[in-house]
């Protein structure tokens, strides 16, 4: 199972200190146990079409070995947990796509 998340910082929150400490955030999250393999980064310059959408500050690509696994990270996970409670200010909009 996959779980996308998109997240649109707060213009405030888009200055190199922040970008920074943000990604410091995401690093830490990426070693939750319950996570089996994960990827961050940011908008890809490729060109302008009208399917992209490069208005995003960050994305982040979770891979979980099974349903249970998702269930562990949602419900209780100490570092998702973390992350959340350390950066839900920081965006403006979150978005989450899961692929079975």
Same mark, same amino acid.
């Given at each position: 199972?996959?779980?996308?998340?998109?997240? =649109?910082? @707060?213009?405030?929150?888009?200055?190199?200190?922040?970008?920074?400490?943000?990604? @410091?955030?995401?690093? +830490?999250?990426?070693?939750?146990?319950?996570? +089996?393999?994960?990827?961050?980064?940011?908008?890809?310059?490729?060109?302008?079409?009208?399917?992209?959408?490069?208005?995003?500050?960050?994305?982040?690509?979770?891979?979980?070995?099974?349903?249970?696994?998702? #269930?562990?990270?949602?419900?209780?996970?100490?570092?998702? #947990?973390?992350?959340?409670?350390?950066? @839900?200010? =920081?965006? +403006? @909009?979150?978005?989450?796509?899961?692929? +079975?």
């Amino acid at each position: 199972m996959e779980h996308h998340v998109y997240f =649109w910082l @707060k213009e405030d929150r888009l200055n190199p200190g922040d970008l920074e400490t943000f990604e @410091k955030g995401l690093k +830490a999250l990426c070693l939750s146990k319950n996570i +089996a393999s994960s990827k961050w980064g940011k908008p890809a310059e490729t060109p302008e079409r009208p399917v992209t959408d490069h208005s995003w500050s960050y994305g982040l690509s979770v891979k979980f070995d099974s349903m249970e696994a998702h #269930d562990r990270y949602q419900t209780g996970d100490p570092v998702h #947990d973390v992350f959340i409670e350390s950066f @839900k200010e =920081w965006w +403006a @909009k979150a978005l989450v796509m899961d692929l +079975a």
